[in-house]
């Protein structure tokens, strides 16, 4: 069992940048595929970063964000640059265990607003 808890979101004028935390409770974070899904109004839930050995990225937010982890601290950020009024939205982290394709562990969500 894993428990997220997303912080950092907020409002930022565009061009501006936010740094998302998610904090993962459990002795196995270290396992499990950690990903970030935002949720704009009106539209479906989209993966825009994940992260185990490697990264993956969405073209949308390419060059612009950063995905990390610190395995000893068990914690994930998503480092946000270059913010467009486009990628407002409620972030989530969410955890899935190798191997599988379903994320099955999410957090509570958090609101990154930004302005133009």
């Known amino acids: 069992q894993v428990q997220l808890v997303e912080s950092g979101g907020g409002l930022v004028q565009a061009g501006g940048s936010l740094r998302l935390s998610c904090a993962a409770s459990g002795r196995t974070f270290s396992r499990f595929v950690m990903g970030w899904f935002r949720q704009a109004p009106g539209k479906e839930r989209e993966l825009v970063a994940a992260i185990s050995g490697t990264t993956w990225y969405a073209d949308s937010v390419k060059g612009r964000f950063t995905i990390s982890r610190d395995n000893a601290n068990n914690t994930m950020y998503l480092q946000m640059n270059t913010l467009k009024p486009e990628d407002t939205a409620v972030y989530y982290c969410?955890?899935?265990?190798?191997?599988?394709?379903?994320?099955?562990?999410w957090g509570q969500g958090t609101q990154v607003t930004v302005s133009s």
């Open positions: 969410a955890a899935k265990r190798l191997g599988l394709d379903r994320y099955d562990y």
